[in-house]
């Protein structure tokens, strides 16, 4: 098992280094000039483009660019934008509320998904089946701004009048946050859904099923060790993978909600083009995509030890 995580740790760097080299050169190799609107309606002086230069190495090929960049970055140092705010403290300011939403909407897709897809995957062509069939249907066709405009029109004070659908606070609690992080993984729901449901269905008549049911083994036990166990490979995949794509796309819930996180960072960052702010920021998401990627590696080795031995 050591060996399978060093083997799988040491297949992260060269991932990491590429892809942040990529992000690196798609936001400061683009020709164009760096200064454009910094200065308001007139050029900047002499001095300051010196300045600027200088301190993000703008006279350095790209590759020596990127190269201290990420030296900073390895020390805690993501480095200021033009008017000299610390990305860093933006991020950490951010980030904890877009981490908080993300893993509520990750629970929220977990929980109510496997559910749904084993229950209809042990009864299929019931109506609960064919109640969750559409429901996820539903869901897959609606954008995730519509989901969201829809149950803050209609559950807050403007409709129903149910909860305080807006988020006015810089921290906002967990029961704050329950709503946008529903919509937030509404879409990803229904696909644990029916990845469950078809992984459930598929290994019913497998034989290691047979054979625990002709053991006479206990049904809660048959389902819950041998049947789930096996099918929840796909959705684990998919879900590990899925917390880095929750905390991109939370750009959208985050302004349906008014939520002050790393969305509004990024939209700021790409209005403002403060490219420092933007590699910053996607730089963490990354990170956080190839740790998810390597938890959900060893996952795979903890349910089918077989997979450690290839």
């Given at each position: 098992m050591g060996r399978y995580v060093l083997r799988r740790l040491l297949q992260l760097i060269p991932v990491f280094l590429g892809t942040?080299?990529?992000?690196?050169?798609?936001?400061?190799?683009?020709?164009?000039d760096p200064f454009a609107g910094k200065c308001g309606q007139r050029p900047c002086p002499e001095g300051?483009?010196?300045?600027?230069?200088?301190?993000?190495?703008?006279?350095?090929?790209?590759?020596?660019?990127?190269?201290?960049?990420?030296?900073?970055?390895?020390?805690?140092?993501?480095?200021?934008?033009f008017s000299g705010i610390s990305v860093?403290?933006?991020?950490?300011?951010?980030?904890?509320?877009?981490?908080?939403?993300?893993?509520?909407?990750?629970?929220?897709?977990?929980?109510?998904?496997?559910?749904?897809?084993?229950?209809?995957?042990?009864?299929?062509?019931?109506?609960?089946?064919?109640?969750?069939?559409?429901?996820?249907?539903?869901?897959?066709?609606?954008?995730v701004f519509v989901t969201g405009f829809v149950l803050r029109l209609y559950l807050g004070p403007q409709g129903l009048d149910l909860m305080d659908t807006g988020v006015d606070t810089a921290d906002p609690s967990i029961g704050q946050l329950i709503?946008?992080?529903?919509?937030?993984?509404?879409?990803?729901?229904?696909?644990?859904a029916?990845?469950?449901?078809?992984?459930?269905?598929?290994?019913?008549?497998a034989d290691y099923v047979r054979t625990a049911i002709a053991k006479?083994?206990?049904?809660?036990?048959?389902v819950g060790v041998h049947l789930l166990r096996n099918s929840l490979i796909p959705v684990i995949t998919f879900l590990g993978t899925d917390l880095g794509s929750l905390m991109g796309g939370a750009i959208v819930t985050e302004g349906v909600f008014n939520i002050n996180g790393i969305g509004g960072l990024i939209f700021r960052g790409i209005q403002e083009k403060e490219g420092v702010m933007v590699t910053g920021i996607v730089t963490l998401l990354v990170?956080?995509?190839?740790?998810?990627?390597?938890?959900?590696?060893?996952l795979y080795a903890v349910l089918d030890p077989r997979i450690r031995y290839e």
């Open positions: 942040t080299f990529i992000i690196y050169a798609l936001v400061w190799a683009i020709p164009q300051y483009i010196a300045e600027m230069s200088d301190k993000f190495n703008f006279d350095d090929p790209l590759v020596f660019q990127y190269l201290k960049y990420m030296g900073n970055v390895l020390t805690g140092d993501f480095g200021d934008t860093g403290e933006q991020i950490s300011t951010a980030y904890p509320t877009t981490v908080k939403l993300a893993v509520i909407a990750l629970l929220i897709e977990a929980i109510i998904g496997i559910t749904a897809g084993v229950l209809t995957g042990l009864r299929k062509q019931g109506f609960l089946d064919n109640l969750v069939l559409i429901s996820t249907l539903f869901l897959i066709s609606l954008p709503l946008p992080g529903f919509v937030l993984g509404s879409l990803s729901m229904a696909y644990v029916r990845l469950t449901r078809g992984g459930i269905a598929e290994n019913r008549r006479g083994q206990p049904n809660r036990r048959v990170l956080v995509y190839l740790l998810m990627s390597l938890i959900v590696d060893l």
